[in-house]
Protein backbone atom coordinates (compact mmCIF):
# COMPACT_ATOMS: atom_id res chain seq x y z
CA UNK A 1 0.00 0.00 0.00
CA UNK A 2 2.51 2.47 0.82
CA UNK A 3 4.05 2.09 -2.58
CA UNK A 4 1.35 2.63 -4.46
CA UNK A 5 0.57 5.75 -2.45
CA UNK A 6 4.26 6.97 -2.67
CA UNK A 7 4.28 6.12 -7.21
CA UNK A 8 5.66 8.60 -9.65
CA UNK A 9 3.95 11.45 -8.32
CA UNK A 10 5.54 15.34 -9.01
CA UNK A 11 4.01 16.76 -5.74
CA UNK A 12 3.64 13.97 -2.61
CA UNK A 13 6.37 11.95 -2.32
CA UNK A 14 8.82 10.98 0.35
CA UNK A 15 8.30 10.85 4.27
CA UNK A 16 8.55 14.80 4.39
CA UNK A 17 5.27 15.22 1.87
CA UNK A 18 3.36 13.12 4.21
CA UNK A 19 4.72 14.31 7.55
CA UNK A 20 3.32 18.09 5.95
CA UNK A 21 0.23 16.87 5.09
CA UNK A 22 -0.22 15.13 8.40
CA UNK A 23 0.31 18.82 9.93
CA UNK A 24 -2.27 20.13 7.43
CA UNK A 25 -4.86 17.52 7.97
CA UNK A 26 -4.81 18.61 12.12
CA UNK A 27 -4.74 22.23 11.07
CA UNK A 28 -7.96 21.78 8.75
CA UNK A 29 -9.17 19.22 11.66
CA UNK A 30 -9.40 21.88 14.38
CA UNK A 31 -10.02 25.05 12.47
CA UNK A 32 -13.17 25.57 13.00
CA UNK A 33 -12.72 25.41 16.91
CA UNK A 34 -11.39 28.90 16.14
CA UNK A 35 -13.33 29.79 13.14
CA UNK A 36 -16.45 31.86 12.69
CA UNK A 37 -19.27 29.25 11.52
CA UNK A 38 -19.96 30.87 8.93
CA UNK A 39 -16.17 30.88 7.49
CA UNK A 40 -16.28 27.30 8.24
CA UNK A 41 -19.32 27.05 6.10
CA UNK A 42 -17.20 29.04 3.05
CA UNK A 43 -14.21 26.72 3.67
CA UNK A 44 -16.50 23.44 3.09
CA UNK A 45 -17.98 25.19 -0.17
CA UNK A 46 -14.50 25.52 -1.26
CA UNK A 47 -13.36 21.97 -0.86
CA UNK A 48 -16.74 20.86 -2.44
CA UNK A 49 -15.56 21.78 -6.04
CA UNK A 50 -12.02 19.65 -5.96
CA UNK A 51 -13.76 16.67 -6.08
CA UNK A 52 -14.83 17.42 -10.22
CA UNK A 53 -11.03 19.10 -10.36
CA UNK A 54 -9.62 15.68 -8.74
CA UNK A 55 -12.11 13.45 -11.56
CA UNK A 56 -11.25 15.72 -14.25
CA UNK A 57 -7.63 14.93 -13.82
CA UNK A 58 -7.86 11.56 -14.04
CA UNK A 59 -9.92 11.72 -17.50
CA UNK A 60 -7.25 14.36 -18.69
CA UNK A 61 -4.23 14.23 -17.14
CA UNK A 62 -4.08 10.18 -16.89
CA UNK A 63 -5.84 8.98 -19.32
CA UNK A 64 -5.68 11.99 -21.95
CA UNK A 65 -9.60 12.74 -22.28
CA UNK A 66 -10.12 16.53 -22.40
CA UNK A 67 -13.48 16.73 -20.78
CA UNK A 68 -15.97 19.66 -21.21
CA UNK A 69 -18.72 17.60 -19.34
CA UNK A 70 -17.86 17.91 -15.56
CA UNK A 71 -20.73 20.14 -14.95
CA UNK A 72 -22.87 18.44 -17.18
CA UNK A 73 -22.38 15.63 -14.33
CA UNK A 74 -22.54 17.98 -11.56
CA UNK A 75 -25.85 19.09 -12.80
CA UNK A 76 -27.16 15.63 -13.40
CA UNK A 77 -26.03 14.75 -9.54
CA UNK A 78 -26.98 18.17 -7.92
CA UNK A 79 -30.46 18.10 -9.47
CA UNK A 80 -31.39 14.54 -9.38
CA UNK A 81 -30.70 15.12 -5.37
CA UNK A 82 -32.78 17.67 -5.43
CA UNK A 83 -35.57 15.81 -6.85
CA UNK A 84 -34.69 12.45 -4.63
CA UNK A 85 -34.49 14.94 -1.49
CA UNK A 86 -38.21 16.85 -2.02
CA UNK A 87 -39.71 13.56 -2.88
CA UNK A 88 -38.60 11.31 -0.52
CA UNK A 89 -37.24 13.59 2.11
CA UNK A 90 -33.99 12.72 4.36
CA UNK A 91 -35.28 10.96 7.33
CA UNK A 92 -33.85 7.70 8.97
CA UNK A 93 -30.69 8.40 6.78
CA UNK A 94 -33.06 8.41 3.48
CA UNK A 95 -30.20 11.96 2.84
CA UNK A 96 -27.03 9.01 2.24
CA UNK A 97 -29.53 7.12 0.15
CA UNK A 98 -30.72 10.02 -2.20
CA UNK A 99 -26.48 11.08 -2.61
CA UNK A 100 -25.84 7.45 -3.06
CA UNK A 101 -28.59 7.58 -5.80
CA UNK A 102 -27.69 10.78 -7.39
CA UNK A 103 -24.29 9.75 -7.81
CA UNK A 104 -25.19 6.13 -9.83
CA UNK A 105 -27.88 8.21 -11.96
CA UNK A 106 -24.50 10.44 -12.92
CA UNK A 107 -23.06 7.31 -13.22
CA UNK A 108 -25.49 5.83 -15.41
CA UNK A 109 -25.34 8.80 -17.84
CA UNK A 110 -21.53 8.58 -17.91
CA UNK A 111 -21.76 5.33 -18.85
CA UNK A 112 -23.96 5.59 -21.54
CA UNK A 113 -22.41 8.95 -23.16
CA UNK A 114 -18.60 7.31 -22.45
CA UNK A 115 -19.59 4.32 -24.46
CA UNK A 116 -20.87 6.31 -27.39
CA UNK A 117 -17.79 8.35 -27.52
CA UNK A 118 -15.09 6.01 -26.33
CA UNK A 119 -16.24 2.97 -28.39
CA UNK A 120 -17.23 4.97 -31.03
CA UNK A 121 -13.89 5.84 -31.13
CA UNK A 122 -14.28 9.57 -30.58
CA UNK A 123 -11.36 11.19 -29.42
CA UNK A 124 -9.20 14.33 -29.45
CA UNK A 125 -10.63 17.46 -30.29
CA UNK A 126 -14.00 16.18 -30.75
CA UNK A 127 -14.52 14.30 -27.18
CA UNK A 128 -13.51 17.58 -26.05
CA UNK A 129 -16.57 19.15 -28.71
CA UNK A 130 -18.91 16.66 -27.60
CA UNK A 131 -19.19 16.40 -24.23
CA UNK A 132 -18.88 20.35 -23.94
CA UNK A 133 -22.02 20.00 -26.26
CA UNK A 134 -24.29 17.95 -24.23
CA UNK A 135 -23.32 20.44 -21.43
CA UNK A 136 -24.94 23.15 -22.78
CA UNK A 137 -27.95 21.22 -24.09
CA UNK A 138 -28.23 20.28 -20.44
CA UNK A 139 -28.26 24.02 -19.21
CA UNK A 140 -30.33 25.13 -22.26
CA UNK A 141 -33.10 22.62 -21.43
CA UNK A 142 -32.73 23.53 -17.69
CA UNK A 143 -33.64 27.27 -18.35
CA UNK A 144 -36.32 26.88 -20.06
CA UNK A 145 -38.07 24.59 -17.16
CA UNK A 146 -40.00 27.85 -15.46
CA UNK A 147 -43.87 26.28 -15.81
CA UNK A 148 -45.24 24.46 -13.50
CA UNK A 149 -45.74 21.88 -15.52
CA UNK A 150 -41.69 20.96 -15.20
CA UNK A 151 -41.91 18.84 -11.84
CA UNK A 152 -41.03 15.74 -10.88
CA UNK A 153 -43.30 14.84 -8.20
CA UNK A 154 -42.89 17.73 -5.74
CA UNK A 155 -39.84 18.89 -7.26
CA UNK A 156 -40.14 21.71 -9.36
CA UNK A 157 -37.22 22.28 -11.38
CA UNK A 158 -38.45 26.51 -11.83
CA UNK A 159 -36.17 27.38 -14.72
CA UNK A 160 -33.14 30.19 -14.60
CA UNK A 161 -34.57 30.20 -10.89
CA UNK A 162 -33.12 27.57 -10.06
CA UNK A 163 -34.62 24.18 -7.55
CA UNK A 164 -35.17 24.90 -4.29
CA UNK A 165 -36.76 23.32 -1.38
CA UNK A 166 -34.26 20.41 -0.59
CA UNK A 167 -33.39 19.13 2.84
CA UNK A 168 -29.50 18.87 3.74
CA UNK A 169 -27.54 15.94 3.99
CA UNK A 170 -28.30 14.24 7.45
CA UNK A 171 -26.32 11.19 9.10
CA UNK A 172 -28.52 9.21 11.30
CA UNK A 173 -27.81 9.37 14.69
CA UNK A 174 -29.55 7.98 18.44
CA UNK A 175 -32.39 10.16 18.79
CA UNK A 176 -32.80 11.85 14.96
CA UNK A 177 -30.69 12.97 12.26
CA UNK A 178 -27.70 15.07 12.59
CA UNK A 179 -27.75 17.76 9.54
CA UNK A 180 -24.45 18.45 7.52
CA UNK A 181 -24.61 21.77 7.82
CA UNK A 182 -21.79 24.64 8.57
CA UNK A 183 -19.20 22.71 10.71
CA UNK A 184 -20.98 19.22 10.54
CA UNK A 185 -21.09 19.72 6.24
CA UNK A 186 -17.06 20.93 6.93
CA UNK A 187 -15.80 17.76 8.41
CA UNK A 188 -17.91 15.42 6.20
CA UNK A 189 -16.65 17.27 2.91
CA UNK A 190 -13.55 16.93 4.64
CA UNK A 191 -13.05 13.55 6.02
CA UNK A 192 -14.35 12.16 1.76
CA UNK A 193 -12.18 14.34 0.13
CA UNK A 194 -9.13 12.80 2.16
CA UNK A 195 -10.81 9.40 1.58
CA UNK A 196 -11.21 9.99 -2.57
CA UNK A 197 -7.77 11.45 -2.65
CA UNK A 198 -6.05 8.37 -0.88
CA UNK A 199 -8.04 6.25 -3.30
CA UNK A 200 -6.86 7.70 -6.44
CA UNK A 201 -3.69 7.67 -5.54
CA UNK A 202 -3.86 4.36 -4.99
CA UNK A 203 -5.71 3.82 -8.39
CA UNK A 204 -3.03 6.29 -9.72
CA UNK A 205 0.04 4.47 -8.40
CA UNK A 206 -1.53 0.70 -9.69
CA UNK A 207 -1.23 -1.18 -12.87
CA UNK A 208 -4.23 0.68 -14.03
CA UNK A 209 -3.10 3.91 -13.83
CA UNK A 210 0.39 3.35 -15.46
CA UNK A 211 -1.86 1.63 -18.59
CA UNK A 212 -3.78 4.99 -18.21
CA UNK A 213 -0.62 7.12 -18.63
CA UNK A 214 0.33 4.54 -21.54
CA UNK A 215 -2.72 5.29 -23.15
CA UNK A 216 -2.51 8.95 -23.04
CA UNK A 217 1.08 9.00 -24.10
CA UNK A 218 0.48 6.28 -27.25
CA UNK A 219 -2.82 4.77 -27.34
CA UNK A 220 -1.70 2.77 -30.34
CA UNK A 221 1.21 1.33 -28.83
CA UNK A 222 -0.86 0.45 -25.87
CA UNK A 223 -3.50 -1.66 -27.94
CA UNK A 224 -0.44 -3.45 -29.36
CA UNK A 225 0.49 -4.36 -26.57
CA UNK A 226 -2.32 -6.40 -25.56
CA UNK A 227 -4.39 -3.80 -23.08
CA UNK A 228 -8.18 -3.14 -24.28
CA UNK A 229 -7.56 0.74 -23.96
CA UNK A 230 -11.19 1.48 -24.55
CA UNK A 231 -11.70 -0.10 -21.45
CA UNK A 232 -9.50 1.69 -19.47
CA UNK A 233 -10.29 5.09 -20.89
CA UNK A 234 -14.61 4.23 -20.37
CA UNK A 235 -13.52 3.06 -16.58
CA UNK A 236 -11.99 6.31 -16.04
CA UNK A 237 -14.53 8.08 -17.88
CA UNK A 238 -16.93 6.98 -15.69
CA UNK A 239 -15.13 7.67 -12.69
CA UNK A 240 -14.03 10.74 -12.80
CA UNK A 241 -17.40 11.82 -14.25
CA UNK A 242 -19.46 10.48 -10.53
CA UNK A 243 -17.15 12.45 -8.91
CA UNK A 244 -18.51 15.59 -10.86
CA UNK A 245 -21.23 14.73 -9.45
CA UNK A 246 -20.47 14.39 -6.08
CA UNK A 247 -19.24 18.10 -5.91
CA UNK A 248 -23.12 18.68 -7.50
CA UNK A 249 -24.79 16.54 -4.88
CA UNK A 250 -22.64 18.38 -1.90
CA UNK A 251 -22.78 21.67 -3.38
CA UNK A 252 -27.34 21.12 -4.08
CA UNK A 253 -26.91 20.31 -0.19
CA UNK A 254 -24.74 22.98 0.94
CA UNK A 255 -27.06 25.86 -0.20
CA UNK A 256 -29.67 23.69 -0.99
CA UNK A 257 -30.97 25.20 -4.57
CA UNK A 258 -28.99 24.59 -7.29
CA UNK A 259 -29.68 26.46 -10.82
CA UNK A 260 -29.19 26.46 -14.69
CA UNK A 261 -26.18 28.90 -14.05
CA UNK A 262 -24.26 26.30 -11.84
CA UNK A 263 -23.71 24.05 -15.58
CA UNK A 264 -23.66 26.51 -18.68
CA UNK A 265 -20.53 27.88 -20.49
CA UNK A 266 -18.40 29.59 -17.92
CA UNK A 267 -19.21 26.89 -15.19
CA UNK A 268 -17.86 24.63 -17.82
CA UNK A 269 -15.04 26.18 -18.28
CA UNK A 270 -13.53 26.46 -14.75
CA UNK A 271 -12.38 22.73 -14.22
CA UNK A 272 -10.51 23.46 -17.11
CA UNK A 273 -8.66 26.43 -15.62
CA UNK A 274 -8.28 24.90 -12.18
CA UNK A 275 -6.71 21.41 -13.18
CA UNK A 276 -4.51 23.23 -16.43
CA UNK A 277 -3.04 25.66 -13.86
CA UNK A 278 -2.56 23.31 -11.43
CA UNK A 279 -1.14 20.78 -13.03
CA UNK A 280 -3.20 18.08 -14.81
CA UNK A 281 -0.77 14.74 -14.41
CA UNK A 282 -0.44 15.51 -10.80
CA UNK A 283 -3.29 15.10 -7.87
CA UNK A 284 -1.71 16.57 -5.44
CA UNK A 285 -1.20 19.61 -7.66
CA UNK A 286 -4.32 19.54 -8.91
CA UNK A 287 -5.50 19.48 -5.08
CA UNK A 288 -3.60 22.51 -3.66
CA UNK A 289 -3.91 24.34 -6.80
CA UNK A 290 -7.74 24.20 -7.32
CA UNK A 291 -8.25 25.12 -3.46
CA UNK A 292 -6.49 28.18 -3.94
CA UNK A 293 -7.46 29.11 -7.10
CA UNK A 294 -11.57 28.85 -5.93
CA UNK A 295 -10.65 30.77 -2.60
CA UNK A 296 -8.82 33.86 -5.01
CA UNK A 297 -12.08 33.34 -7.39
CA UNK A 298 -14.32 34.00 -4.45
CA UNK A 299 -12.58 37.00 -3.18
CA UNK A 300 -12.32 38.66 -6.70
CA UNK A 301 -16.40 37.74 -7.41
CA UNK A 302 -17.24 40.12 -3.97
CA UNK A 303 -15.71 42.82 -6.14
CA UNK A 304 -16.71 42.02 -9.79
CA UNK A 305 -17.44 38.80 -11.13
CA UNK A 306 -16.40 40.11 -14.75
CA UNK A 307 -13.18 40.57 -13.21
CA UNK A 308 -12.92 36.91 -11.77
CA UNK A 309 -13.95 35.41 -15.24
CA UNK A 310 -11.22 37.90 -16.71
CA UNK A 311 -8.87 36.78 -14.81
CA UNK A 312 -9.29 33.15 -14.96
CA UNK A 313 -9.27 33.62 -18.61
CA UNK A 314 -6.16 35.25 -18.61
CA UNK A 315 -4.40 32.37 -16.18
CA UNK A 316 -5.39 29.67 -18.48
CA UNK A 317 -3.59 31.59 -21.43
CA UNK A 318 -0.60 32.25 -19.54
CA UNK A 319 -0.61 28.25 -18.17
CA UNK A 320 -0.74 26.83 -21.81
CA UNK A 321 2.09 29.60 -22.96
CA UNK A 322 4.55 29.53 -20.04
CA UNK A 323 3.67 26.15 -18.19
CA UNK A 324 2.16 23.79 -20.10
CA UNK A 325 2.77 21.23 -17.47
CA UNK A 326 0.82 23.46 -14.70
CA UNK A 327 2.26 26.32 -12.80
CA UNK A 328 2.17 23.96 -9.45
CA UNK A 329 4.11 21.37 -10.99
CA UNK A 330 6.75 23.39 -12.57
CA UNK A 331 7.32 24.94 -9.24
CA UNK A 332 8.17 22.06 -7.65
CA UNK A 333 10.01 20.64 -10.76
CA UNK A 334 12.74 23.91 -10.10
CA UNK A 335 11.93 23.21 -5.82
CA UNK A 336 13.37 19.64 -6.55
CA UNK A 337 16.15 20.70 -8.50
CA UNK A 338 17.69 22.90 -6.39
CA UNK A 339 18.91 20.80 -2.99
CA UNK A 340 20.53 18.51 -6.08
CA UNK A 341 22.14 21.74 -7.28
CA UNK A 342 23.55 22.15 -3.90
CA UNK A 343 24.70 19.11 -3.25
CA UNK A 344 27.09 19.05 -6.28
CA UNK A 345 29.06 22.27 -5.29
CA UNK A 346 32.43 21.44 -3.30
CA UNK A 347 34.23 23.93 -1.10
CA UNK A 348 37.69 23.84 -1.89
CA UNK A 349 40.37 22.85 0.84
CA UNK A 350 42.22 25.66 2.25
CA UNK A 351 46.19 25.55 0.49
CA UNK A 352 48.59 24.45 3.50
CA UNK A 353 50.26 27.82 4.54
Given at each position: ??????????????????????????????????????????????????????????????????????????????????????DLGNAYGMALGDFAMAVLL????????????????????????????????????????????????????????????????????????????????????????????????????????????????????????????????????????????????????????????????????????????????????????????????????????????????????????????????????????????????????????
Open positions: MLHLLNGPQTLGNGRGFWISAGFVLAAALIYPAFADPYDVGNFAYFLIWVFMALGLCLMWGYGGMLSFGQTFFFGIGGYAYGVFSVAGLAAAILGYLMIYGRIGGVFFGIVTLSVTLALAFFLGQTAGPEWAIGEARLNGFNGMQGMSPLSIPWFGGGIDLEETALYYFVLILLVCTYLALRVLVNSRVGNVLVAVREDPQRTELLGYDVRRFQFGAFVLGSMLAAVSGVLYTSWGQFITPSSIGLPAAAMPIVWVAFSGRSDLTAVLVGTFVLLAVFQTLTIYSEQAALILMGLILVVTVMVAPQGCFVGLSRIANRLPKRNRTLRVPSAEPG
